[in-house]
């Protein structure tokens, strides 16, 4: 695609219950990123996806986070049992190929944990 | 690692004022630096970024920042602001680093009053 997107643009849901977001990245675009926005903060690093290399995970914040990347392309990012402080938009950047090239977002999606 | 500071969180201007939002960054090398803006509901939008060579750099928007090494800064500029410049402002740095290279500071809120 043009950009890169990401669904749901919006998502409640109730507390305990599991949530998965999907990023669509610019194709072509190896590199993808994970990012959280609580209301009001800046962006915080969740996740790092680059080419076939492991991922790196030191931005999630529990056990209860996990993303993959499928072939190299879409990424999924799960939350379990969700609790309201997960409430935030969560933000999905792709580069080219990684390191300190230009990150493109995605619109974001705004999670409501009730 | 690096670091970034922004040391204003909010800042007011009138329509048609000049407006400066500074930017602070700590790397031991020469550093990627990279501006972006978030218009409410929105995911970031690249305004400008240095690499290397003229240390002023020029935006879209009408937006300038200027790099100084000495002062470890990357102050963007505009000389008239518009109201639809109204959004949330993000410098970042990034490095060579695997994984989290991208380091954004906590954003400054910008208001235009008419």
């Known amino acids: 695609g043009a950009g890169v997107s990401q669904s749901p643009s919006n998502k409640v849901t109730e507390k305990g219950k599991d949530v998965e977001l999907r990023c669509d990245p610019i194709s072509g675009h190896t590199a993808l990123y994970w990012y959280r926005q609580s209301l009001g903060q800046g962006l915080e690093f969740l996740i790092y996806f680059q080419g076939n290399s492991a991922p790196d995970k030191s931005g999630l914040p529990s056990d209860r986070f996990s993303a993959e990347r499928t072939g190299g392309s879409v990424s999924t990012l799960t939350i379990q049992r969700t609790q309201q402080e997960d409430s935030a938009v969560y933000l999905c950047a792709s580069t080219l190929a990684g390191g300190r090239e230009t990150q493109y977002f995605g619109p974001g999606t705004r999670l409501l944990v009730l | 690692a690096q670091s970034v500071t922004q040391p204003d969180i909010h800042i007011t201007v009138s329509e048609g004022a000049s407006l400066e939002l500074r930017c602070n960054y700590s790397?031991?090398?020469?550093?990627?630096l990279f501006w972006y803006v978030q218009s409410p509901g929105q995911g970031l939008q690249l305004l400008l970024k240095?690499?290397?060579?003229?240390?002023l750099v020029q935006g879209i928007k009408g937006f300038e920042a200027e790099f100084k090494r000495s002062q470890s800064s990357f102050n963007l500029r505009k000389p008239s602001v518009h109201w639809s410049d109204a959004a949330e402002y993000f410098c970042a740095v990034a490095s060579d680093n695997y994984g989290q290279n991208f380091v954004f500071g906590p954003g400054t809120r910008l208001s235009v009053l008419p």
């Open positions: 240095y690499f290397s060579g003229d240390t």
């Open positions: 790397y031991g090398a020469t550093p990627y």
